[in-house]
């Protein structure tokens, strides 16, 4: 899932929570709060009031432990001022998930409709988010024009501006307008086949194109630098005729087959952010069906599991590579490390919710989880998995 800046800990101020911060280990009681928000200023005034009140209704689970129900309501009001200058990433949120910890507190405007519930256990509860938040949702957009070369940085919250070392400014600088005073020129087309097509545009002679080849070398050395490390995907906005130049000189192995054409300083933000959104939300969908199409193929080896205790004590170990859980489905109980596994019929004191220490599990250690319907699971299972490498299929110590 998502391992990016703008998780942090309560103590820096509360801001948008990301996967990894979440699944992070931090000092229990976790408090978990879902909130059906609504949209609207009168909603949205009442939202601190209700979490207060579902704070207070948690107070019996915080009894005994390290955060009081004071504790918990004076860190909510002192990094509200964060929420409340937030602004949600979708137009029409319909939910709000608070989480509290000791030294943690974080956020998230969720796109769907949540109940009203708070949590307390010794992990934060993330079951809810996989199905309304997209995972791995960091990407980049490389801006090429004739004004700007810009490097973006984007998830579901927004995009924001990378730094470029050692990178021409533009186009039309490094190039000293050559390419975009004399190339490129438009006519209008005589016959009637081009004229439904209106105006018809040169392609770049050779001499330019290696002009550009140069170019975009100089430019692809400055994003490549500021990638380094990065696997997130790379999308390409520039008119139609530089993207297959640039592809020519790019180097990050990451780039994506689709782009964004046309001019990008003829697009708003929003509308840069939308057309991005858009190819990120296709490659996510691609993901999800590939990774559980591995699944698919390895059934009944093993390199899967549906077996919750077995699933559980791999991602504890770190085992897990793709978990896939159904939304709404529990499973309480508990894990004695190293490969100790409780299932009981009914919660009991003490107990964590299974499917949500799986999920935690399986993102502490870089695995990526998957919403899916219960009838995409095999009949009578609440949990799939697709492990790192082969796993044997007795687990030491499960009872």
């Given at each position: 899932?998502?391992?990016?800046?703008?998780?942090?800990?309560?103590?820096?101020?509360?801001?948008?929570?990301?996967?990894?911060?979440?699944?992070?280990?931090?000092?229990?009681?976790?408090?978990?709060?879902?909130?059906?928000?609504?949209?609207?200023?009168?909603?949205?005034?009442?939202?601190?009031?209700?979490?207060?009140?579902?704070?207070?209704?948690?107070?019996?689970?915080?009894?005994?432990?390290?955060?009081?129900?004071?504790?918990?309501?004076?860190?909510?009001?002192?990094?509200?001022?964060?929420?409340?200058?937030?602004?949600?990433?979708?137009?029409?949120?319909?939910?709000?998930?608070?989480?509290?910890?000791?030294?943690?507190?974080?956020?998230?405007?969720?796109?769907?409709?949540?109940?009203?519930?708070?949590?307390?256990?010794?992990?934060?509860?993330?079951?809810?988010?996989?199905?309304?938040?997209?995972?791995?949702?960091?990407?980049?957009?490389?801006?090429?024009?004739?004004?700007?070369?810009?490097?973006?940085?984007?998830?579901?919250?927004?995009?924001?501006?990378?730094?470029?070392?050692?990178?021409?400014?533009?186009?039309?600088?490094?190039?000293?307008?050559?390419?975009?005073?004399?190339?490129?020129?438009m006519h209008t087309a005589s016959s009637p086949?081009?004229?439904?097509?209106?105006?018809?545009?040169?392609?770049?002679?050779?001499?330019?194109?290696?002009?550009?080849?140069?170019?975009?070398?100089?430019?692809?050395?400055?994003?490549?630098?500021?990638?380094?490390?990065?696997?997130?995907?790379?999308?390409?906005?520039?008119?139609?005729?530089?993207?297959?130049?640039?592809?020519?000189?790019?180097t990050y192995p990451h780039l994506l087959d689709?782009?964004?054409?046309?001019?990008?300083?003829?697009?708003?933000?929003?509308?840069?952010?939308?057309?991005?959104?858009?190819?990120?939300?296709?490659?996510?969908?691609?993901?999800?069906?590939?990774?559980?199409?591995?699944?698919?193929?390895?059934?009944?080896?093993?390199?899967?599991?549906?077996?919750?205790?077995?699933?559980?004590?791999?991602?504890?170990?770190?085992?897990?590579?793709?978990?896939?859980?159904?939304?709404?489905?529990?499973?309480?109980?508990?894990?004695?490390?190293?490969?100790?596994?409780?299932?009981?019929?009914?919660?009991?004191?003490?107990?964590s919710e299974l499917l949500n220490l799986a999920?935690?599990?399986?993102?502490?250690?870089?695995?990526?989880?998957?919403?899916?319907?219960?009838?995409?699971?095999?009949?009578?299972?609440?949990?799939?998995?697709?492990?790192?490498?082969?796993?044997?299929?007795?687990?030491?110590?499960?009872?």
């Open positions: 899932m998502a391992t990016d800046t703008y998780a942090t800990g309560a103590k820096e101020g509360g801001k948008e929570a990301t996967y990894a911060a979440l699944a992070a280990e931090h000092r229990p009681p976790c408090i978990s709060i879902y909130l059906a928000s609504g949209v609207g200023t009168e909603v949205a005034n009442q939202q601190l009031p209700r979490l207060r009140s579902l704070l207070r209704a948690a107070g019996p689970s915080l009894e005994s432990s390290a955060l009081s129900v004071q504790d918990a309501e004076a860190l909510l009001t002192s990094n509200w001022h964060a929420v409340e200058e937030s602004q949600p990433p979708h137009p029409t949120a319909e939910g709000l998930a608070v989480f509290i910890s000791r030294d943690f507190f974080g956020f998230s405007h969720l796109p769907g409709a949540v109940a009203d519930c708070v949590v307390v256990g010794s992990e934060f509860f993330v079951r809810p988010l996989p199905s309304l938040l997209p995972a791995d949702d960091r990407f980049f957009i490389l801006t090429l024009s004739q004004k700007h070369v810009k490097l973006l940085e984007g998830s579901r919250r927004g995009l924001r501006e990378q730094t470029l070392r050692a990178t021409p400014e533009s186009l039309h600088k490094d190039l000293e307008g050559h390419f975009f005073e004399r190339q490129y020129q086949a081009s004229a439904q097509k209106g105006a018809v545009f040169h392609g770049p002679s050779l001499r330019d194109k290696d002009r550009l080849i140069h170019f975009f070398r100089d430019v692809d050395k400055g994003v490549t630098e500021a990638l380094k490390g990065q696997q997130a995907p790379l999308i390409l906005a520039a008119v139609d005729y530089l993207v297959p130049i640039y592809r020519e000189a790019n689709r782009a964004i054409v046309g001019s990008p300083d003829l697009l708003p933000p929003n509308k840069l952010y939308g057309s991005a959104w858009k190819i990120i939300e296709q490659e996510l969908s691609k993901a999800a069906a590939s990774a559980f199409s591995v699944y698919n193929q390895h059934m009944n080896t093993p390199l899967t599991s549906s077996n919750l205790r077995e699933t559980l004590a791999a991602a504890h170990r770190g085992l897990v590579r793709f978990l896939f859980i159904p939304s709404t489905a529990e499973r309480w109980g508990s894990l004695t490390p190293p490969e100790t596994v409780h299932v009981h019929s009914a919660r009991e004191p003490g107990d999920a935690i599990l399986t993102l502490r250690h870089g695995g990526h989880v998957y919403a899916v319907p219960q009838a995409q699971l095999r009949e009578g299972a609440d949990i799939a998995a697709v492990f790192r490498y082969a796993v044997g299929s007795q687990v030491a110590g499960a009872v």
